[in-house]
């Protein structure tokens, strides 16, 4: 699969669309490895918190008011 770049030029109202080059392409490649990572890491920490408010026997506004 092929990966573009997509510019507007707002002074001709022209559409430029071409292939990313290495550099691009790489960047592209390490941002997505982040952003697995970045998803991971929310998802771990949301079952956590669902795990605690499990085992403590509250819902999750029931600790908002306690923490307020």
Known sequence: MELYITSHDCL???IIQRPMNEIEIAQHEL????????????????????????RLGITADEAKLLLA
């Open 31 to 54: 941002d997505q490895k982040e952003l697995l990572a970045e998803t991971a890491e929310a998802q771990a920490k949301a079952e956590a918190k669902a795990e605690l408010l499990e």
């Open 12 to 14: 001709t109202d022209e």
